[in-house]
């Protein structure tokens, strides 16, 4: 137990359906992360929030959309997903301070699956 | 740009025996560096990490690191492999006073009986 929940474990969706992903950190951080986690590549950074404001996309398609109403919060809207998009999905916070390793703590992970 | 090369995607070693897992890195600037495991169905798990303190890290379930800069490397090594040790290991980099981190592509560990 790392202090990051993430709902739903397990996701099914059709290319023309939408849903989100929730995260929720229980830490007290003020920085949240999304990464992309694929067979056989290394993990993908694709959004960082701190203090609720974007601080970087990755380059990541329009069609998953962040979305963090509060430090606790963040969520992952996906509609009009590709196949290819099949994957882990881990959210991760950490505690920004000057100086300090940025320790990211991890959530279990949504897998889903486009079908 | 920042870069981790963990040498090996598959490491076998039997239970009781010396664990070595390699990472090198790529970094302009002191780096900080970390390990991560990975269990099945899980999150990434922080094991140790290095931040220019003293240059042999210990972490959890009896894992340590050296950091070597001559050698830009932070092998993670265990002198005596568990069942319970069987899982996925990211090497992890971040510059001093940067948030992002750049992984390894991971190194899966089995353990035999």
């Known amino acids: 137990e790392t202090g990051v929940t993430q709902t739903p474990r397990h996701l099914v969706m059709g290319m023309t359906n939408k849903k989100s992903l929730k995260c929720e950190q229980h830490?007290?951080?003020?920085?949240m992360y999304w990464y992309k986690q694929s067979a056989k590549k290394p993990l993908e950074l694709m959004f960082v929030y701190n203090f609720k404001e974007q601080t970087e996309n990755n380059s990541v398609p329009s069609r998953f959309s962040p979305e963090c109403p509060n430090s606790s919060h963040l969520f992952l809207h996906l509609h009009t997903l590709q196949p290819e998009d099949s994957a882990l999905y881990l959210c991760a916070s950490s505690q920004e301070a000057l100086g300090l390793a940025y320790e990211q703590f991890f959530g279990p992970g949504t897998r889903l699956t486009v079908l | 740009a920042q870069s981790v090369t963990q040498l090996g995607s598959h490491v076998s070693v039997s239970e009781g025996a010396l664990v070595l897992l390699r990472c090198n890195y790529s970094s302009s600037v002191p780096p900080y560096l970390f390990w991560y495991v990975q269990y099945p169905n899980q999150g990434l798990q922080l094991l140790l990490k290095y931040t220019s303190a003293a240059t042999l890290v210990k972490g959890i379930n009896g894992f340590e690191a050296e950091f070597k800069k001559s050698e830009t490397s932070f092998h993670l090594t265990k002198p005596s492999a568990h069942m319970s040790d069987a899982a996925e290991y990211f090497c992890?980099?971040?510059?001093?006073?940067?948030?992002?981190?750049?992984f390894g592509q991971g190194t899966r560990l089995t353990i035999n009986p």
């Open positions: 830490l007290g951080h003020n920085a």
């Open positions: 992890a980099v971040s510059e001093r006073g940067a948030q992002k981190l750049v």
